[in-house]
């Protein structure tokens, strides 16, 4: 016998039933961000290795621990993406973006990949949906950046979601930063990881980033990155929050939150849901700005600003809402007699081509069973097909919801259909 096999760990399926939801989530995204005038980018899944290491950043959890990295058969090091923010970078130096157009906005959406330990809401693949704008320093943009998540959010109907925000200061304030931080955990060294020793070597801000619980205690404590903000950062920083305010978008500062991501500076922010069913796993959106990357790439000295939200936990959410997902058919055709068979298998296809969603069981049956299949399907109508409709020309549309039933010529299905159905079944998950 064959061993049956399985999915990769902490990579799923998603199956007609979830998929509704998935579909529901990115179409909403794609018309919201167009509103916004985001345009939408598709990079290859894989990249160079070296992309995310000067990135990332190599003392980052990702880069250090969470990378499928392999080589191909030309020894090249190549890397799924853990992430979106630096494929899209490397995507506007190649094009030359910003030799087309000074401000460019774009989305992205697709699976990401990251050998994480896994529980609820932390897959090894996993989806997110991101945008970046490339060309303005201004405080204006960080903040569209988060209106554009916020009313994502709020149109999901997601509740509960609190931004933290937070500025981590810039090439000119955060050495001064750095120096106290270093200073402070070095007396904290003993309450300290072993990864911790060597991040507050390489990369000290890592350490605020730790998931073991005694180093976050230590972090807790140490010193406010806000106290050494610069006077053009705390600026940008105050001119944030009045946007924010005016916008009318709540928010917390969080001065201890720094993001599991190197190439950050000024704004940070996530937005953090506080829903049993996500666990620990509650950060559904983060971003910052990020004006040192493009050029640290290799590109023109351009700022930017994005997010990315966890397609995955939305969704997770959206399961615990009463909201109902996807659309069901307008109509089940069942067959009264095995003679009517291929009359009926016929109309299903004129009417699918006609615009009608309609559902058809090719096995046929017994009329007793194509009802059971029909009234599952959450149909609107059902319609019986059999010699006498045949050579009358005329049949009945009964409403799967009550009432009587509704006399329609054959060749005025479609029509009579769409007539009848202005209001939603009651009792049907409704289209949306
Ligand atoms: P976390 O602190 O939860 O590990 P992160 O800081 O590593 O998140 P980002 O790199 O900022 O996450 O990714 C943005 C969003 O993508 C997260 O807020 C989360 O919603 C989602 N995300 C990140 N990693 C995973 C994962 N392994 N599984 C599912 N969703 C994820
Ligand atoms: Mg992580």
């Keep these: 016998m064959s061993q049956t096999l399985s999915a990769v760990k902490g990579m799923n399926d998603l199956l007609p039933g979830e998929i509704e939801i998935w579909q529901h989530v990115e179409g909403l995204a794609r018309e919201l961000f167009g509103r916004f005038g985001y345009g939408e980018i598709r990079t290859p899944m894989l990249e160079d290795t070296a992309l995310f290491v000067r990135s990332v950043g190599e003392e980052t959890d990702i880069v250090g621990k969470e990378m499928y990295t392999f080589t191909d058969k030309n020894d090249r090091s190549l890397s799924l993406r853990p992430e979106g923010t630096a494929p899209a970078a490397r ?24 050998y994480e330990r896994m529980k609820t809401g932390r897959y090894r693949q996993f989806y997110q949906i991101g945008a970046e704008a490339y060309g303005s320093k201004e405080a204006a943009q960080d903040v569209e950046v988060m209106d554009m998540v916020a009313q994502f959010l709020q149109k999901l109907g997601l509740q509960d979601i609190t931004l933290n925000l937070n500025s981590l200061g810039d090439e000119t304030c955060r050495p001064a930063y750095h120096a106290k931080l270093v200073e402070y955990l ?191 399907s959450g149909a609107r109508f059902t319609l019986v097909l059999g010699e006498l409709e045949r050579t009358s020309g005329q049949a009945k549309l009964k409403p799967m919801a009550g009432g009587e039933p509704i006399p329609v010529a054959l060749d005025d299905i479609a029509r009579t259909v769409r007539a009848h159905s202005a209001a939603p079944r009651a009792d049907a998950p409704s289209a949306s």
């Design 91 to 114: 995507a506007y130096i190649e094009h030359s973006i910003v030799n087309k157009e000074p401000l460019t906005r774009w989305f992205y959406t697709g699976p990401m990949f990251r």
């Design 186 to 376: 070095q007396a904290h060294r003993e309450e300290l990881c072993s990864d911790c020793h060597r991040r507050m070597e390489k990369n000290p801000l890592r350490v605020l980033d730790c998931k073991n619980p005694t180093c976050q205690a230590v972090a807790a404590k140490g010193p406010n990155v806000l106290e050494f903000l610069c006077e053009p950062c705390r600026a940008h920083f105050d001119d944030v929050q009045r946007k924010l305010t005016a916008l009318d978008i709540k928010f917390v500062v969080n001065p201890r939150m720094v993001r599991g991501l190197d190439y950050y500076t000024r704004t940070v922010f996530e937005f953090i849901a506080s829903h049993p069913a996500l666990g620990t796993a509650s950060t559904v959106g983060a971003g910052g700005r990020y004006d040192k990357l493009v050029k640290s790439l290799g590109g023109p000295d351009v700022p930017a600003v994005g997010f990315a939200c966890g397609l995955d936990r939305l969704v997770l959410l959206l399961k615990e809402s009463q909201q109902k997902f996807g659309a069901t058919p307008d109509l089940f055709i069942a067959v009264a007699d095995a003679g009517s068979h291929d009359a009926a298998f016929t109309l299903a296809s004129r009417l699918r081509r006609e615009g009608l969603r309609v559902d058809f069981d090719t096995r046929g049956g017994s009329l007793k069973s194509q009802m059971k299949r029909s009234d599952k």
